[in-house]
């Protein structure tokens, strides 16, 4: 039955007809005209949206257009709620951070798998105040390379091009800089070398995230490099959505679960704003196939991560929209379920 059985649903696939098959979760835009539909179909009704869906990549500081849009959602109208799954990327080894100072280099080491069907990818976000050398040293190779800010580089190997490096200042959403990688399948597999060197430095603060991939595939930040804080979804940082994070509803003392990812947000916020019960939950089953293709006879299934623990805080809302008799604003929402949450 859920939290709150009496409550309509709305389902919309992102995954549309000129989407790669591989890309099931979509894109910002069909993330968006899916939001745009939703609150069209509600016609004023108090509506409340539960997104499990998101990458790593991205600033992380709430400013970039989809983060900015679904607080605009949010904030617009009373009786519209986001609520978001924090992401399952703690233990990850996706997100490094550190401090250039001047004249000195800060050293990241990234490994990439073999036999990868699609470019790896690293962003390096830092202040707009701060100017550094972007450095990237191919493992058992000579031949560093170094991208002054402003400037982008292509790398190939034999004919075929290995990477793709993308120095960007002023990034149109938040002033900061971008560092920008893709490591291509042609690239050599193992230990790249990350340098930033600063040239000009007035904080020096970076933080760096690779974007996510399947398991198999997966590039990582090297173990004594990783920082596990800010290991927030790409969707996590608006100013309005409730970022929701998962414990374990059958340890007597509420754990967090060791998956779950932590903030703050890029510039210092507290996210996410609360968690639910997100480990061993059994819910409708979404596919009539397992992993390795064979047809699931099962309607339900038991799954951990952040996005099971979001739709009980979606299903929270509704009940609470439902209790008072009328539309509340996404902001009264949110300040409740922080202030009646257990410590």
């Known amino acids: 039955p859920g939290v709150a059985p009496g409550a309509d649903l709305i389902f919309v696939h992102l995954c549309g007809d000129d989407t790669a098959p591989e890309d099931t979760l979509g894109d910002s835009v069909r ?29 992380k500081d709430g400013t970039s257009p989809v983060e900015r849009a679904l607080d605009h959602v949010s904030e617009s109208a009373p009786g ?7 992401g399952n990327y703690f233990r990850s080894r996706l997100h490094a951070s550190g401090r250039v100072d001047q004249d000195r280099k800060t050293v990241l080491r990234w490994r990439v798998p073999a036999h990868r069907p699609r470019p790896a990818e690293l962003e390096i976000w830092y202040g707009h105040a701060d100017e550094f050398i972007f450095e990237l040293e191919p493992p058992g190779e000579s031949g560093k390379v170094s991208v002054p800010l402003g400037a982008t580089k292509v790398l190939r190997r034999r004919g075929e091009i290995t990477a793709s490096i993308y120095h960007r200042r002023d990034d149109p959403n938040n002033g900061d800089h971008l560092i920008n990688v893709f490591l291509y399948p042609a690239a050599v597999t193992g230990q790249w070398r990350i340098g930033l060197r600063g040239v000009v430095v007035s904080d020096g603060g970076f933080h760096a995230w690779i974007e996510r991939e399947s398991p198999q595939h997966q590039s990582r930040v090297h173990r004594d490099d990783v920082d596990p804080s800010v290991s927030l979804g790409t969707l996590v940082a608006g100013r309005r959505t409730i970022s929701c994070a998962a414990y374990d509803a059958r340890d007597k003392r509420n754990r967090i679960a060791p998956f779950s990812s932590s903030g703050p947000t890029r510039d210092g916020r507290e996210v996410p704003v609360l968690a639910a019960p997100g480990v061993a939950i059994r819910a409708a089953c979404s596919t009539y196939f397992d992993a390795l293709g064979f047809r699931i006879t099962d309607k339900t299934v038991s799954k951990s991560g952040t996005s099971m623990a979001a739709p ?5 809302a509704a009940l609470m929209m439902a209790a008072a008799q009328r539309p509340l604003y996404a902001a009264q929402i949110r300040e409740i379920l922080i202030d009646t949450a257990k410590e």
């Open 31 to 59: 993330l968006l005209e899916a939001v745009d539909y939703v609150v069209n179909r509600a016609a004023g009704r108090p509506l409340v949206i539960n997104l499990s869906v998101g990458r790593t990549g991205d600033s």
């Open 80 to 86: 519209r709620v986001v609520c978001i799954s924090t």
């Open 312 to 316: 009980h805080v979606a299903g929270t």
